[in-house]
């Protein structure tokens, strides 16, 4: 069952449950499904990664407006940004814990016989393939930092 075909049965679901704010964020993960499939170059259906990509891309969205709201003292607004986030991040793998991302970050230096900082962009490139859905990448990048300085 792709995608698509889950959050059309989730928002039925929803809408029989009458669950607004859940509502809300499926229907912004379809709407970003059929902008996805409508764009140039973009297929008739959507690859597993793109779908990914597409799905972190909209948690990460509700993640920043939420800090905005949060800094502009808007709670009402920053939890309902927040309560869309954790919708969407239903539908994504589960994420690893920061230990596990140090873990696999050591053995990506390891193979690669990283010594300095200056091996960042190697490490980089391939801890965002591997762990691609997995792990945010900023906090991939972070770990990546901290190790190959130390």
């Known amino acids: ?13 929803a809408m029989l449950a ?3 704010a859940k509502l809300e964020a499926l229907r912004a993960i379809k709407a970003a499904i059929l902008l996805a499939k409508t764009e140039k170059g973009g297929g008739a259906d959507l690859t597993a990664d793109a779908e990914l990509k597409l799905l972190q891309k909209l948690v990460k969205q509700r993640r920043e407006s939420a800090e905005i709201y949060v800094q502009n003292a808007r709670p009402e607004l920053a939890e309902k940004e927040t309560l869309e986030a954790s919708v969407i991040e239903a539908y ?12 696999a970050v050591k053995k990506i230096i390891t193979q690669l016989g990283a010594a300095s900082i200056k091996d960042l962009g190697k ?6 393939k591997s762990l691609a859905g997995k792990a945010d990448g900023k906090t991939v990048a972070e770990t990546v930092k901290k190790l190959l300085a130390s």
């Open 18 to 20: 009458r669950e607004a």
């Open 1 to 13: 069952m792709s995608l698509e075909q889950k959050i059309a049965g989730d928002i039925k679901d």
């Open 123 to 128: 490490v980089m490139g391939i801890a965002s």
């Open 92 to 103: 994504l793998p589960e994420q690893l814990s920061e230990d596990e991302i140090a873990e």
